[in-house]
């Protein structure tokens, strides 16, 4: 399986730039993917979670309204929609698949994982 992030880049507050994430294999059914992101000096944090099949999500408290994940079946990819985009939002953003089913508690916990694509940087001026 390979995870291949896309779409970061300098941004301004304010802006809406879309975080893509193409999956080789096709993810089934039962797997889960999710975003987390890194900030320098910070510890990686869990964004943003959705079951492939059925599209249940889960967020960051501190995103939920401004962010949405999404998934395109047919193309195999995940995708976050950044609305709203804060200073505090930039980091680097991993995408990561499950292998398998995951319950709600645990989609955000990057233990729930176990393939994570390359990261892609997101810049954010004020």
């Known amino acids: 399986v390979q995870l291949q992030a896309f779409g970061g880049g300098l941004a301004q507050a304010g802006d809406s730039p879309r975080l893509s994430c193409a999956s080789s294999g096709g993810p089934s059914s039962n797997n889960a993917m999710a975003w987390f992101r890194q900030a320098p000096g910070k510890e990686r944090e869990f964004v943003a979670a959705i079951r492939w099949n059925g599209g249940d999500t889960s967020y960051l408290d501190s995103v939920k309204g401004r962010f949405t994940v999404s998934r395109d079946k047919s193309k195999n990819t995940l995708y976050l929609q950044m609305d709203s985009l804060k200073p505090e939002d930039a980091a680097l953003y991993y995408c990561?698949?499950?292998?398998?089913?995951?319950?709600?508690?645990?989609?955000?916990?990057?233990?729930?994982?176990?393939?994570w694509g390359q990261g892609t940087q997101v810049t954010v001026s004020s």
């Open positions: 990561a698949r499950s292998r398998g089913h995951v319950i709600r508690s645990n989609l955000r916990s990057s233990l729930a994982y176990a393939d």
